[in-house]
C-alpha cells in the first residue's frame, strides 16, 4: 500500500502553530508568510485525509489527528536537527542564561523553549525562575543575559505583552466574605504586592495579611487551603482555584490592572549569536500576534 509523504515543511509548520498559537505567530518563525503557513497545514490535511487543527476566530484546537500527529512531528524534526548537526556540525553554539518568574514560566516560556531547542541542539540554557524584581537587576549586572519580566518601569525592556492581575480564591471556603479580608502576598518589594496594598487602599478595603512569600507555589497553597485569597497573573491561576469577580457589591474586590511584560536583554553579557537568537525567538513567539488571556 502505497502512503503520502508528510513533507518536512509542513510538519514544521504544523508544530510552528501549535506552539506559537495562532497562524500570524507561526509565520516569523518558520520565515513564511500567514498564507504560505495556511497553505502547509492545508497540504498536510490533505495528505493526512483528516483534520490536524480546528480553527476559530479566537481560538486554535488540536483534533485527535493532530494531537496524535504532533508527537510524531516533533520526533521527526528532532531527527533532522540531529542531523544536521551530526554531518554538517552545530550551525549555533554557546550559551544563554535566562530568567523567568514563575508565573510566566509554563505558559509563555515553553513555546518559547520547545522552538528554539529543537532548532539549536548546540546552545545551552541556564534557567532562572525568580520573581521580576530579583530578574531585573541580575540582568542589569550582566548575571543573566535575558529575562523575561513584568516592567518596573514604562521603558524596561522591549514590550511583548500586557498580562492582567486577577483576584484568586477557593470556592470551597469563600474566603473573601471575612473581614478583615485575608490576603497572601509576595515578598516586599512585589509589584503584584504593590498592587494589591494599593488597589485595597484606594477602596478603603479593610484587609490583614496572613502570608507572604516569592514561592507561586507557596501562594496557591495558602489559596487553596482557604487561608486567603491573593492577586495572581491570569496565567497562573489553575483550574482548582476560582477567579473572583462579579461577587455581591458588599464583598467586592477592587479593580486591578495588569502588568507590562518585556523581554529585558543584558547589555554587559556582550555579543552572542546563541543570545541574540533566544531573543529574536523570545519577540516572536511572544509579541507578534501571539496567544494571550
Known amino acids: 500500500m502505497s502512503y503520502p509523504d508528510f513533507q518536512i515543511d509542513w510538519l514544521r509548520a504544523f508544530v510552528a502553530v501549535v506552539?506559537?498559537?495562532?497562524?500570524?505567530?507561526?509565520?516569523?518563525?518558520?520565515?513564511?508568510?500567514?498564507?504560505?503557513?495556511?497553505m502547509q497545514l492545508q497540504k498536510l490535511e490533505s495528505a493526512l485525509g483528516r483534520p490536524v487543527l480546528l480553527r476559530g476566530p479566537r481560538h486554535m484546537a488540536l483534533t485527535p489527528a493532530g494531537t496524535e500527529l504532533l508527537g510524531f512531528a516533533r520526533r521527526m524534526l528532532a531527527l533532522q536537527a540531529e542531523?544536521?548537526?551530526?554531518l554538517l556540525g552545530p550551525q549555533l553554539a554557546g550559551r544563554v542564561r535566562l530568567g523567568v518568574p514563575d508565573d510566566y514560566a509554563a505558559t509563555y516560556l515553553t513555546p518559547v523553549l520547545r522552538s528554539f531547542a529543537s532548532r539549536h541542539l548546540g546552545v545551552d540554557i541556564e534557567l532562572t525562575c525568580e520573581q521580576s524584581t530579583t530578574l531585573i537587576p541580575r540582568v542589569l549586572r550582566g548575571e543573566l543575559d535575558?529575562?523575561?519580566v513584568s516592567r518596573d518601569t514604562p521603558q524596561r525592556g522591549q514590550f511583548v505583552f500586557q498580562e492582567p492581575l486577577v483576584w484568586v480564591g477557593a470556592a470551597a471556603y469563600e474566603a473573601w466574605r471575612r473581614a478583615p479580608l485575608p490576603i497572601a502576598v509576595y515578598e516586599a518589594g512585589s509589584m503584584a504586592r504593590i498592587a494589591t496594598l494599593s488597589a485595597l487602599a484606594a477602596k478603603g478595603r479593610a484587609?490583614?495579611?496572613?502570608?507572604?512569600?516569592?514561592?507561586?507555589?507557596?501562594?496557591?497553597?495558602?489559596?487553596?487551603?482557604?487561608?486567603?485569597?491573593a492577586v495572581l497573573t491570569r496565567c497562573s491561576v489553575?483550574?482548582?482555584l476560582q477567579i473572583l469577580q462579579n461577587l455581591p457589591p458588599e464583598y467586592a474586590l477592587p479593580t486591578l490592572g495588569a502588568?507590562?511584560?518585556?523581554?529585558?536583554?543584558?547589555?554587559?553579557?556582550?555579543?552572542?549569536?546563541?543570545?541574540?537568537?533566544?531573543?529574536?525567538?523570545?519577540?516572536?513567539?511572544?509579541?507578534?500576534?501571539?496567544v494571550k488571556n
Do not use: N
Request: aromatic share 4%.
Open 238 to 240: 489553575p483550574p482548582s
Open 19 to 38: 506552539d506559537a498559537g495562532s497562524l500570524s505567530a507561526a509565520a516569523p518563525l518558520v520565515h513564511r508568510s500567514q498564507s504560505a503557513v495556511s
Open 207 to 229: 484587609y490583614r495579611i496572613v502570608y507572604h512569600s516569592s514561592s507561586l507555589a507557596g501562594q496557591l497553597a495558602a489559596v487553596e487551603s482557604g487561608l486567603a485569597v
Open 83 to 86: 542531523t544536521h548537526t551530526a
Open 146 to 148: 535575558l529575562a523575561l
Open 259 to 290: 502588568m507590562d511584560v518585556a523581554v529585558l536583554r543584558s547589555k554587559r553579557s556582550g555579543p552572542s549569536p546563541a543570545v541574540d537568537a533566544m531573543y529574536a525567538q523570545m519577540l516572536g513567539t511572544l509579541g507578534v500576534g501571539a
